[in-house]
C-alpha cells in the first residue's frame, strides 16, 4: 500500500476475512502460508479496485543492470525503511510487481496469472520499477550515471 493508513485497513479487512474463512483451513499445509495467501490477495483486490487499468504496454527496451548492482557499483547504503520509502512511491502496479517478485518470491508465471496479465507484462513491470527505484536512489545520493 502507499500508506500506512491504506496498509491498516488491507490488514484489518483480511483479518476479517481470515476470520470468517478459519473454518476453511484444512490442516494440510502451515497456518502461516493460508494466512499469507488471504492477506496478500486482499491487498491485490484492494489496488485491483483502485486502478482503472492494469495493463501496460510492453516497450522493446533494454534491460539495464539490476538495481542491486547499481547501489553495490556506488557503495550506497540504505536502510530498509529507506528503501521502503523509496518502494512506496513506485506506482501501484510496478509495487505490486516488485513486492510480489521480491518480497512473496512469487515467479513471473505466477505473478502474472494472480494479477491476470501476460507473463511479458510481469517481467516489463519489475523491470520499470527497477529502473524508477535506481532513479530516485541515483537522485537522492546524487550519483550521476552515464
Not at 499469507?36 to 492494469?54: D, W
Not at 547499481?70 to 509495487?95: A, C, G, M, T, W
Amino acid at each position: 500500500m502507499r500508506n500506512k493508513t491504506e496498509a491498516d485497513d488491507v490488514f484489518q479487512d483480511a483479518f476479517i476475512i481470515l476470520f470468517q474463512k478459519i473454518n476453511q483451513f484444512k490442516f494440510d499445509g502451515s497456518f502461516e502460508g493460508w494466512a499469507k495467501r488471504i492477506f496478500v490477495n486482499e491487498a491485490l483486490e484492494v489496488l485491483r479496485k483502485k486502478q482503472r487499468q492494469l495493463y501496460i504496454a510492453i516497450e522493446d527496451s533494454n534491460l539495464s543492470n539490476d538495481l542491486e548492482d547499481e547501489i553495490i557499483n556506488h557503495r550506497v547504503v540504505l536502510s530498509k525503511d529507506e528503501l521502503l520509502k523509496h518502494i512506496q512511491q513506485l506506482p501501484d502496479n510496478y509495487r505490486m510487481v516488485f513486492n510480489l517478485y521480491y518480497f512473496e518470491n512469487y515467479s513471473h508465471k505466477a505473478i502474472a496469472n494472480k494479477l491476470k496479465m501476460a507473463e511479458g507484462t510481469s517481467k516489463s513491470l519489475l523491470s520499470r520499477a527497477k529502473n524508477m527505484l535506481r532513479a530516485k536512489i541515483n537522485e537522492e545520493f546524487n550519483i550521476k550515471v552515464s
